[in-house]
Nanobody, 121 residues
Framework: QVQLVESGGGLVQAGGSLRLSCIAS????????MGWYRQAPGKQRELVAD???????NYADSVKGRFTISRDNAKNTVYLQMNILKPEDTAVYYC???????????????WGLGTQVSVSS
């Protein structure tokens, strides 16, 4: 099994910055894509950004130019640097990892428990 632990959420004023981190641990053979999703109250969970094993990135239009995703493969960690935060960025942010717990098993999706990001106007 793979466990994900997120950190770095909090309350910030509009225009401020936060950096989220997500560490993957447990039985890990390999990690493919890593990413961040968010879910605001009353809304569906949506992709914020993801990054492949060769560091190709993809961003939601709403965060392009403000957020940066990166990963440290040696530490099994993915980061999300969030700048120029807006009240509409308020949500629970979830880490997502596609990983193999064994080279004999297919890759699976794993989710963290989420970290709250609140942006005040």
């Amino acid at each position: 099994q793979v466990q994900l632990v997120e950190s770095g959420g909090g309350l910030v004023q509009a225009g401020g910055s936060l950096r989220l981190s997500c560490i993957a641990s447990g039985s890990i053979s390999s990690i493919n894509a890593m990413g961040w999703y968010r879910q605001a109250p009353g809304k569906q969970r949506e992709l914020v950004a993801d990054i492949t094993s060769d560091s190709s990135t993809n961003y939601a239009d709403s965060v392009k130019g403000r957020f940066t995703i990166s990963r440290d493969n040696a530490k099994n960690t993915v980061y999300l640097q969030m700048n120029i935060l807006k009240p509409e960025d308020t949500a629970v942010y979830y880490c997502n990892v596609v990983a193999r717990s064994s080279r004999y098993l297919p890759p699976r999706n794993y989710w963290g428990l989420g970290t709250q990001v609140s942006v005040s106007s």
